[in-house]
């Protein structure tokens, strides 16, 4: 079983650039910034008073409001991208075996807002204010929980929880699900809806943002020397995996194959990337390895890249210390430019960026980089998107917690 290939047939997308996987392309390969001011509540207090969102978000344009209420915002998220993911695959539901579809989707705060409301309810209103679906709308793991509800999928169903690298870490074990036989189908990915007052001053708190006020869409510029934070993004993104024969037998559409991954740990601080980048340069080294492939092989890599001034010069160092002099042929890229950090659906959302960029032979650009930075000296695709022919690509994301994972995906050649 474990020689099983894996291949993806469906994509399904919500983030601050597009609302669906055509929108979310578009959005990307001309440039978009999904930066603006936050409107929903005031933001007199706060020093960072911006946030990449969701335009015009209206959950009542994808699920009927009783469903709605049942869930946090993430769960919506993670909810419309999965449904996306399920269309956009061609798949007949009728027709397969549905104790063969796992669903492994995470989220890496899960619903904070739902227990901020909670709370004051509790607070105003003693116990009998707490709603009795409290728990079911907190908990990370209900993403999965609700997509396989709705669909009648009993396969494999849970979800990793690592933070900002929870949608990646979903997507390998997806992928391993399927290689190893415990299912032959899995919608994998993750939800994120931090944006919300006490959800943005946790990150201010913490110095990690950026405070560009005056001029939010330019605020998230990885690699650019006059970087200054994160800019906070949210949203959802939806792998539907298959297994090959599979897709083949039923004639799917296939962006792209999976062909390995890296998990590693930094065990160097809660928050601050090891600026040596040992786990970095392991979960790289081991996605290399696991794929049967060389640093050489690889054309593309959509990079963590948030940002930060100590984040993107670690990475950038560490793919120098992989990849040797071949990290100067590489075209390296940071989708957050644009989406924002979508937490733990960055590695779903940026893992569809990877496979879409592969699928068409075009590579979305890293937006709003003006000055170069000495430290960090790579081909980053700054400000426009260029053609190149990918035969295997990368993507890394990191989390709070020194959580690192690369994922491996492959053009697909039959």
């Not at 939800?191 to 405070?211: D, K, L, N, Y």
């Not at 994160?230 to 949203?235: D, R, S």
């Not at 120098?320 to 590695?347: E, I």
Request: charged share 20%.
């Amino acid at each position: 079983m474990s020689n099983r290939r894996v291949v993806i047939t469906g994509l399904g997308a919500i983030t601050p650039v597009g609302k669906n996987i055509p929108e979310f392309w578009n959005g990307l390969i001309s440039g978009k910034s999904g930066a603006r001011s936050i409107t929903h509540f005031d933001t007199e207090k706060f020093v960072t008073k911006f946030a990449a969102m969701v335009e015009d978000f209206k959950v009542a344009d994808h699920m009927e409001p009783k469903a709605a209420r049942r869930m946090d915002k993430f769960c919506q998220f993670a909810m419309i991208a999965a449904d996306e993911a399920i269309t956009n695959s061609g798949v007949n539901l009728d027709e397969i075996d549905k104790n063969r579809v796992g669903v492994l989707i995470g989220s890496g705060i899960g619903g904070m807002e739902t227990f901020y409301s909670q709370a004051m309810e509790y607070k105003n209103g003693g116990p009998r204010g707490v709603s009795p679906f409290f728990i079911p709308m907190l908990i990370p793991d209900i993403a999965a929980g609700q997509v396989s509800i709705k669909y009648g999928f009993r396969g494999p169903n849970f979800c990793a929880v690592s933070a900002c690298a929870t949608g990646s870490h979903n997507i390998g074990l997806a992928y391993d699900s399927i290689k190893n036989g415990h299912c032959d189908y899995a919608l994998s990915g993750g939800g994120e809806a931090p944006i919300f007052g006490m959800g943005v001053a946790s990150f201010t708190s913490m110095r990690a943002m950026s405070t560009r006020n005056d001029e939010p869409e330019t605020a998230s510029r990885p690699f650019d020397k006059t970087r200054d934070g994160f800019v906070l993004g949210e949203g959802g993104a939806m792998l539907f995996l298959e297994e090959y024969e599979s897709a083949l037998k039923r004639g799917a559409r296939i962006y792209a194959e999976i062909t390995g991954y890296g998990f590693s740990a930094d065990a160097y601080h809660i928050t601050a990337p090891d600026p040596d980048g040992n786990g970095v340069i392991l979960a790289m080294g081991s996605a290399l390895k696991n794929s049967g492939i060389t640093p050489e092989d690889v054309d593309h890599i959509n990079m963590h890249g948030t940002s930060t001034p100590l984040g993107d010069v670690a990475e950038t160092n560490s793919i120098k210390k992989v990849f040797g002099d071949h990290a100067y042929k590489l075209n390296l890229n940071s989708t957050k430019s644009m989406t924002g950090h979508m937490l733990g659906a960055a590695g779903a959302a940026e893992s569809v960026a990877t496979i879409l960029a592969i699928y068409h032979g075009l590579i979305p650009p890293t937006i709003n980089y003006t000055t170069p930075d000495p430290d960090c000296d790579l081909n980053y695709t700054t400000n426009e998107a260029e053609a190149r022919d990918i035969k295997y690509a990368l993507n890394n994301a990191f989390g709070f917690g020194g959580h690192n994972t690369t994922l491996v995906f492959k053009k697909f050649e039959g």
